[in-house]
């Protein structure tokens, strides 16, 4: 009977993640518009002109394996560079054995690569020295060098689906078989693993591993008991430092602005989970209290900012709570943006145009002398029993030039102000739409 896992040369045990490692782009699950026939890719590999490659995407979802598949379709030398502890010789004694014979040259980490070892890279791929294919967790349109980025073809790997990691996990348990240890796993288990494993196929299948290894019974059945303790520890799969930080956040603002509540829970739980600090969380409520909401309710601002001073002093894991209030109150707040449209607007104009000047009735006149330079002519509002007295105070600027009203159905403060002006006035209200 073979062994549980293959043995490397070494005489250690393979994890179960390495040992089902593909070999090829066809035994690759997922990232099919990268894989499929006619891609790209492929057709680069058909016409052996790889050239320059940046896989971009979270961990466990196939970029080493694709790259190492990749260098077998080819028929070429495949080696292999960690960026966090590679030299500048290693990477030119790689180009010295590219002169000689075929080489793909893979380096994971690309991104934690210095500024000199980036530039032998550089070389390499303008010269087409070796075949390259880099693998990076970052977005390399920020993290990578604009000259290397310049010179590879960047291609984006997406997290495996529910359905593709089950399927990783039935070649484990396909495996095991081989092996001659039989796993009993319901498929609502199934399911769950792969659910849980957040589309990372080597996480999935450690989970699965540690399941399985060392249990005296044969079959090994699964159960719930054994799956919460394998889970006990398992963090969300977030970067509080890359891209996925700035995704969630980005899908916790948008639900917000979107008026999705159950959205705004979950993508705030996300970030709870992961550990996000409480008070960048409340300054993101408060800036969009105004941006999304603003004029159609001034108290969500007040809640966002009330919540942000709570969370100062109390702190997880209650903060989450007080979280919850003012993301919820934004996400069911009707909503304007004509504060944040405003003032975006007149920001613009203010760059591009000529400076206007501050008219002479609207100059400070608190002082001897002011009226000799001008300073007359400005209307006290609160002398009118109106409240207000049409005058000019910013000439050349027309009504609704900034300030449009996104006033709704909804009985807003917005609302009430444009009816409120609109009979002082007998003008309308500048409106957006």
Not at 401 to 427: H, I, M, N, V
Request: charged share 25%.
């Amino acid at each position: 009977m073979m062994d549980l896992f293959d043995t490397a040369p070494s005489g250690r045990r393979r994890p179960l993640a390495d040992v089902l490692r593909p070999e090829t782009l066809d035994q690759v699950i997922g990232q099919q518009a990268l894989v499929a026939p006619g891609s790209l890719l492929r057709r680069r590999i058909a016409a052996d002109a790889l050239g320059s490659l940046l896989l971009y995407g979270p961990p466990g979802i196939g970029k080493t394996s694709i790259a190492r598949a990749v260098g077998q379709m080819l028929g070429k030398e495949f080696r292999v560079l960690h960026a966090a502890g590679v030299r500048v010789a290693d990477i030119r004694k790689i180009a010295d054995e590219a002169r000689i014979r075929p080489v793909l040259m893979f380096v994971d980490e690309v991104h934690r690569l210095s500024a000199t070892q980036a530039d032998d890279l550089l070389t390499i791929c303008e010269e087409g020295t070796a075949d390259f294919i880099g693998a990076t967790t970052e977005n390399p349109y920020h993290a990578i060098p604009k000259a290397l980025i310049s010179r590879s073809q960047v291609l984006k790997l997406e997290p495996l689906s529910v359905e593709d990691m089950e399927e990783v996990i039935r070649r484990g348990l396909a495996h095991f078989a081989g092996a001659g240890i039989e796993v009993e796993l319901s498929p609502g288990h199934l399911r769950l693993i792969a659910g849980r494993s957040g589309g990372d196929a080597r996480r999935a299948l450690t989970t699965l591993e540690s399941l399985v290894v060392g249990h005296p019974a044969n079959p090994v059945r699964i159960s719930d008991e054994m799956i919460e303790e394998a889970y006990a520890a398992a963090a969300v799969s977030f970067d509080r430092s890359g891209d996925q930080h700035y995704d969630v956040i980005s899908a916790f603002v948008k639900s917000m602005r979107g008026s999705d509540p159950d959205a705004t829970l979950h993508w705030l739980a996300v970030l709870v989970h992961a550990g996000e600090d409480p008070r960048y969380i409340a300054r993101r409520i408060m800036i969009h209290a105004s941006e999304d909401v603003g004029l159609a309710d001034n108290s969500a601002l007040q809640t966002a900012v009330a919540a942000a001073q709570a969370v100062e002093m109390i702190g997880y894991p209650e903060a989450q709570i007080i979280l919850a209030h003012a993301a919820l109150h934004v996400a069911r707040a009707p909503k304007s943006g004509a504060a944040c449209r405003g003032i975006g607007t007149a920001l613009e104009h203010v760059r591009s145009a000529p400076q206007l000047q501050v008219p002479l009735h609207l100059r400070d006149a608190h002082y001897a002398g002011a009226a000799k330079l001008g300073h007359v002519g400005y209307r006290f509002p609160h002398d009118d029993p109106r409240g207000w007295v049409e005058q000019d105070y910013a000439p050349g600027i027309e009504p609704g030039r900034f300030y449009q009203s996104d006033a709704r159905q909804a009985a807003t403060f917005e609302k009430r102000a444009d009816e409120y002006w609109t009979k002082l006035t007998g003008k309308p209200a500048p409106r957006r739409f």
